[in-house]
């Protein structure tokens, strides 16, 4: 039995911050958005809202329009900055919240999360007591549904009410599902482009969609096609829980230190800190996020996944450096925190030199096989000497190589 928690407008509500009246209107008033997110030239997420009320929905505008589109469809849309700091840490809190009563959580973006009930009967007893201990973890409003498989506890928890979980059992999922709408598809990456065309061509409901046929749907659509059929009838794969994480960050208010080689200098600091902690235990970093609250309000981030795992602060405070340029305006604070963590900095070393000898004593070897087979002028190699001159010769010289 896998059970679904989907918490709505949960990027808007969280984009509010603590004004309460702000995040009410979210759920339930007047035509709220968050505004345009910041993306790069050309990017398809430039100029394009995110996400929307309930009330500015009835009105035409939808999540991914163009601001100009939505205004001329509501004028009095109201345009929230975009937090998508606030909205990482919020989730990250209700993630937390869901493991505390013993889940292992498969989070499917923020507001919609999946974990498995029949591992928590043994604490807290059948579905219904475990769907209540989450959602008094949760101590927030949340649609809760239950279900033999993934999606069809999706289609469950869209269908509850706020205070009272819908869990269906096995006997009667499969016809159950086939009469909802065809726009659950849309929670997933897979099949959520194939929406347009299914509303073309008239298909509504998800057992109108089963009707069609597997083959039919996956010789017009391909994999999408055969994987949307299988949700349609109530298949499912796994799920795959995410793994226990640590949490560590360090922040920093940057002062007039906002911009340019000041704003480095700071980076410097924050990642000395970091690799300054005991809880890092000599580990290298593979992955870190830098973030920053901006004066202008609202918030950016970046992940940084490093070639290499790294404990060197000179080659990371580079790496991160460079993406300080993708910052759209002046910022007040920065945080650095790590997403994952490397092997060990002294295994990492081991490894290294271990390495460097296995290649110099394999190269020594090939040396002497070469000038055996070919005399001692046979392995030379090329040393830049003048690489200004004009003659080509005197740029480059030729001499022997040593054993």
């Known amino acids: 039995m896998v059970a679904c928690v989907y918490l709505p ?30 993306g790069t030239e050309g990017s398809a997420a430039a100029g394009r809202l995110g996400e929307v009320s309930g009330s500015a929905e009835a009105r035409g505008v939808s999540r991914g329009m ?18 998508p700091v606030r909205v ?45 201990a989450a959602r008094r973890a949760l101590g927030r409003p949340a649609r809760i549904g239950a279900a033999p498989t993934r999606f069809c506890s999706l289609a469950a928890a869209m269908a509850a009410r706020s205070r009272r979980a819908l869990v269906l059992e096995q006997a009667d999922a499969p016809r159950w599902l086939a009469g909802r709408p065809v726009t659950l598809l849309g929670f997933r990456e897979q099949t959520a ?40 009838l109530g298949e499912d794969g796994p799920l795959c829980p995410r793994p226990a994480q640590e949490h560590l960050e360090e922040s920093m208010g940057v002062g007039d230190a ?30 870190v996020r830098l973030s920053a609250q901006l004066l202008s309000g609202g918030s950016w981030h970046e992940q940084v996944v490093f070639r290499q795992a790294l404990c060197d602060p000179e080659r990371i405070g580079l790496a991160l450096s460079l993406r300080l340029g993708g910052l759209p305006a002046p910022a007040g604070s920065l945080t ?33 096989q070469v000038r055996a087979l070919a005399g001692p002028d046979a392995a030379l190699r ?22």
């Open 88 to 132: 990482a840490e919020a989730w990250e809190a209700a993630l937390e919240d869901l493991e505390s009563v013993g889940a292992f959580v498969e989070p499917s973006g923020p507001g919609l999360a999946y974990f498995e009930l029949d591992g928590l009967r043994g604490l807290h007893g059948g579905a219904e007591q475990t769907i209540a």
């Open 258 to 287: 906002n911009s340019g080689g000041a704003l480095s200098r700071v980076l410097g600091v924050l990642v000395s800190r970091l690799l300054a902690r005991p809880e890092r235990r000599g580990r290298t970093l593979r992955s």
């Open 66 to 83: 163009g601001l100009g589109e939505a205004l001329a469809r509501c004028p009095e849309l109201v345009l929230l900055p975009g937090d």
């Open 336 to 368: 650095l925190a790590v997403e994952r963590f490397g092997p060990g900095a002294g295994e990492q070393g081991t490894l290294l030199d271990q390495g460097r000898a296995l290649r110099a004593v394999r190269m020594s070897e090939a040396v002497a």
């Open 193 to 232: 482009g194939l929406l347009p065309v299914l509303g073309r061509l008239g298909i509504h409901t998800l057992g109108e969609l089963a009707r069609l046929g597997r083959a039919a749907l996956t010789d017009r659509f391909g994999a999408a096609g055969c994987l949307a059929h299988e949700l349609a």
């Open 9 to 38: 407008r949960f990027e808007l509500t969280a984009a509010a911050g603590d004004d309460a009246g702000i995040a009410r209107r979210a759920l339930a008033g007047g035509p709220l958005a968050v505004a345009p997110v910041v």
């Open 382 to 403: 090329a040393v830049c000497v003048d690489p200004d001159s004009r003659v080509p010769e005197r740029r480059v010289v030729l001499a022997p190589v040593g054993e």
